[in-house]
C-alpha cells in the first residue's frame, strides 16, 4: 500500500513569506539604483574664467574692442555659451550667440562679435571682441557675461575698460 498525502500542502507558508519579502528587497533596489542613477547624469558647470584686457589698438569706430583670454581647467564646447556685454557707461546690451565660427549680437545697427574660433575654447584660447561702426566708445565700461546654457550657469562675470 502507497502512502496517501491529505491535507499537505507542497509550500511551506513561511518559504512563502521569505520569497515575498526577497521580491520586496530586489524591487526597491532596483528602483532605488534608478533614481539615484538619474541624478548622476545631471551635467555641471564648467570651470572656467577668463582675463579681459583692453585691445592694445585704439578705438576710432569699427575695429577692435577687447581681448578676452580664457582661464580654468575645462574645454568647453563653443556653441554651449552665450557672451552678453553690456556698456556701463551707455546701458547698450549686446547678446552674442555661436553662429559657427564665432559670437555675433547687433544692438542699434552696432554689431559687436568676436574673432574667428574652433569649436572649443580651452584655457589659453585668446577671444578679440570687435565692433563693426562707433557704438562703443574710448574710455567705456563693459561688463562681459559668459552664460553655460546647458546648465543655466553664469561661468563668468568680469569688467573691463576700453580705450
Known amino acids: 500500500m502507497g502512502m496517501v498525502w491529505k491535507d499537505r500542502k507542497g509550500v511551506s507558508p513561511v518559504i512563502g513569506v521569505i520569497l515575498m519579502v526577497a521580491i520586496t528587497v530586489i524591487l526597491a533596489a532596483v528602483i532605488a539604483s534608478f533614481v539615484f542613477g538619474m541624478g548622476s547624469k545631471v551635467k555641471s558647470a564648467p570651470q572656467m574664467q577668463f582675463m579681459l584686457q583692453d585691445d ?36 547698450n546690451t549686446w547678446t552674442l550667440n555661436w553662429n559657427g565660427t564665432g559670437y555675433y ?5 552696432v554689431a559687436i ?3 574667428n574660433l574652433g569649436n572649443v575654447i580651452k584655457p589659453g584660447t585668446t577671444i578679440t571682441f ?11 565700461a563693459l561688463e562681459v557675461i559668459v552664460l553655460h546654457i546647458p546648465t543655466g550657469t553664469i561661468i563668468y562675470d568680469g569688467r573691463v575698460v576700453v580705450y
Do not use: H, W
Open 130 to 140: 570687435y565692433q563693426n561702426t562707433t557704438g562703443v566708445n574710448s574710455g567705456d
Open 105 to 109: 549680437g547687433v544692438k542699434n545697427n
Open 56 to 91: 592694445p589698438q585704439s578705438i576710432n569706430g569699427a575695429g577692435p574692442l577687447f581681448d578676452a583670454m580664457a582661464t580654468g581647467s575645462d574645454v568647453v564646447q563653443c556653441g554651449e555659451l552665450r557672451i552678453t556685454v553690456k556698456d556701463l557707461s551707455n546701458g
Open 113 to 115: 562679435y568676436t574673432n
